[in-house]
């Protein structure tokens, strides 16, 4: 039979009603006059077949009307119209949102309710769990397993509380950028701050044999005295970020001068007005704009000497940079003479590498912004070079917005292996005259000297490892820096996209910087690794004296009590046993014995003085004090043999 409208809430909940519209029913009883005569004046619709209900109180009968199966076939369309008229009238796609909110609605309620009883269900669970656990524990006095509905709800919070810890945690710190979840926070609770800063390992395979003078780097640096500390510093290797560590960033008793808006500092040795740092942020570019090592060697003892037109003087008889062929040039004795000055002074160079294909880039990039570094001298063998020795790759006032291309296909560029030709000495090759020699001789005379004078430099360190390089320099100097080195990885070198032909060609146009950079880092890395190891040993060996002096005074202080107690009771001992009281006079004498040699250097001195005094003596009192130096030794073997 066909069921009537009002019927149709039994078997489907109503909807909910829109908002700022009056509650109706799906019932067409309630519904005014109108609206149920438009119901019933449908054609096919189930209210029009379905006559006037009866009144209130008097019941339906139930052979009314016949029952046949045919509802039950019913398409969804008619079930819908019979559910609620009044939702056909909707119009279609009004009707599809309300199915989908009544769906997303049920889904919503299932998830609260299966998510209501997981938590309760590990509520229970954790509240039988404590409670075995306190009753193990606490035994009677614990009543857990009577837990009221207080605790369960406090439990329940609990367990809550930590899911949102847990969830705030990770969005904190996802994945594993917080320190706090790496297990290697937990197994080395004092990190090296020296390790691998390149993420390489911490282990390399030397190239090259170096000798303990070479990696041991210990400068007596007195900064009361005439030394001076010269930086070379080489364009686009991070020399002007450590030159300002040297001036802002060094413990000392008279810190430098730096005022504010000026670059230059005034760093003067303490109770003197003289200067121990030759360097761009102290002194100014005094011997050029970022003078290398042929200028700077020549220069810098003439401007300290206060002869600043001796730079200008030739070092050679020869005015026409031919080379120099004397060869004591490199010898020690030269080497020794150039790095001291006619009033005395110890210069001490140091400087900083980057490996050659960054350094390229970034000089590049600088140059593409408007740099031109015409300031600089290029002075050698007393002349700077002509026009003719020394082109110039541009036409106009600077060499800004020129592409890649253009920068390589210079041959006269001088960024092509700059830091061989910055420390090298170029009088050994003729200065800039590269008529001298032939080329190939020219490149291992010069990659060499490079090398001879970056070893015997008295530091240098490498941009791409800082925390290295101001461990050495604090070694090296005795001098501490207050904060430590940062390493940027990010540069302006590093956003420049090249692909592995350019690269090729870079490396190419540098080959002499590239095999400097490998010989200089392996150096660099060798003497980190030495200095490390030394200071473990002397850290080792300053423990087991620590070790030996505390066991001399133990045993100091238990030979002392044994003495004081042995004179409290002198007639208990002499009631005793003879031999036990001989004994007990030869251990009385070895210990007072063993208390005078472990004196003071003062009282043995004192000692000797008298002995010398009073040269006779008895041949017996002689040979007993033999015997009791003899057994005293013995004693003093058998501790150390105990120890």
Same mark, same amino acid.
């Given at each position: 039979m066909a069921l009537p409208a009002c019927a149709a809430p039994v078997l489907w909940p109503p909807l909910q009603p829109e908002r700022e519209a009056p509650a109706r029913t799906t019932c067409p009883r309630r519904h005014s006059r109108v609206e149920a005569e438009l119901a019933e004046s449908r054609p096919g619709s189930v209210a029009a077949s379905v006559s006037a209900?009866?009144?209130?109180?008097?019941?339906?009968?139930?052979n009314s009307q016949p029952l046949t199966d045919e509802p039950l076939k019913a398409s969804s369309s !008619?079930?819908? #119209?019979?559910?609620?008229?009044?939702? #056909?009238?909707l119009p279609r796609g009004r009707r599809r949102r309300m199915h989908d909110l009544r769906r997303r609605w049920d889904l919503g309620s299932l998830c609260r309710a299966l998510l209501t009883r997981g938590l309760a269900a590990l509520g229970h669970s954790l509240k039988h769990v404590l409670g075995a656990i306190f009753s193990k524990i606490f035994g009677p006095l614990a009543s857990v397993g009577n837990m009221d509905e207080k605790s369960n709800k406090l439990l329940l919070a609990l367990v809550m509380l930590f899911l949102f810890a847990v969830i705030v945690l990770q969005y904190v710190c996802p994945g594993t950028e917080c320190q706090l979840l790496r297990l290697q926070a937990f197994s080395s609770p004092m990190p090296d701050p020296y390790r691998s800063e390149d993420e390489s390992s911490a282990r390399f395979v030397p190239?090259?044999?170096f000798s303990r003078s070479d990696l041991l780097r210990k400068v007596d640096f007195d900064i009361k005295g005439d030394d001076l500390i010269v930086f070379l510093h080489i364009q686009k290797t991070g020399g002007t970020t450590f030159g300002r560590h040297l001036v802002r960033n060094i413990q000392l008793e008279q810190p430098c001068e730096c005022r504010v808006g000026q670059k230059k500092c005034t760093c003067h040795r303490p109770g003197k007005r003289e200067t121990w740092l030759f360097s761009r942020f102290s002194t100014g570019w005094s011997c050029g704009l970022h003078a290398d090592w042929t200028e700077l060697t020549s220069c810098v003892p003439a401007v300290v000497d206060g002869k600043r037109d001796a730079k200008l003087r030739p070092s050679s008889k020869d005015r026409r940079g031919s080379p120099n062929t004397n060869p004591d040039a490199n010898s020690p004795s030269s080497k020794k003479a150039r790095n001291t000055s006619k009033s005395g002074k110890n210069f001490h160079y140091i400087t900083i590498l980057r490996d050659p294909v960054s350094r390229y880039l970034s000089e590049w990039r600088h140059v593409q912004r408007g740099a031109t570094w015409k300031a600089s001298l290029h002075v050698c063998d007393g002349r700077p070079p002509t026009s003719e020795e020394l082109p110039s790759c541009y036409t106009g006032d600077d060499w800004s917005g020129c592409p890649l291309k253009e920068f390589m296909d210079c041959p006269y560029n001088l960024a092509?292996?700059? !830091?061989?030709?910055?420390l090298s000495d170029l009088t050994l090759v003729g200065c800039y005259n590269l008529s001298v020699m032939p080329e190939k001789q020219r490149n291992k005379v010069l990659l060499e000297s490079a090398k001879s004078n970056l070893k015997?430099? #008295?530091f240098f360190g490498l941009t791409e490892f800082q925390r290295k390089t101001q461990y050495l320099f604090e070694k090296t100097f005795n001098m501490n820096f207050i904060s430590p080195f940062? !390493?940027?990885n990010t540069t302006r070198a590093s956003s420049v996209e090249i692909n592995e032909e350019i690269q090729k060609r870079i490396e190419g146009?540098?080959?002499l910087d590239m095999e400097l950079y490998s010989y200089a880092k392996d150096l660099f890395l060798q003497r980190y690794q030495f200095m490390r190891q030394k200071d473990h040993q002397d850290a080792r060996r300053k423990r087991q004296e620590q070790r030996k002096f505390l066991k001399g005074r133990f045993l100091q202080t238990h030979f002392q009590s044994q003495g004081q107690v042995q004179s409290q009771n002198p007639s208990q001992n002499q009631s005793q046993n003879p031999n036990v009281n001989a004994n007990q006079n030869v251990t009385q004498n070895l210990i007072q014995n063993l208390l005078q040699n472990l004196t003071q250097s003062s009282s043995q001195n004192s000692i000797q003085k008298e002995n010398r005094e009073n040269p006779k003596q008895n041949p017996g009192q002689e040979q007993s004090d033999s015997n009791t130096s003899n057994g005293t030794n013995d004693y003093i073997g058998s501790v150390e043999k105990w120890r």
């Open positions: 209900d009866p009144p209130r109180g008097v019941s339906r009968g139930f !008619q079930a819908g #119209a019979a559910r609620a008229p009044l939702f #056909a009238l190239r090259y044999n092509n292996n700059r !830091q061989v030709r910055m015997h430099m #008295a940062t !390493q940027y146009l540098n080959f």
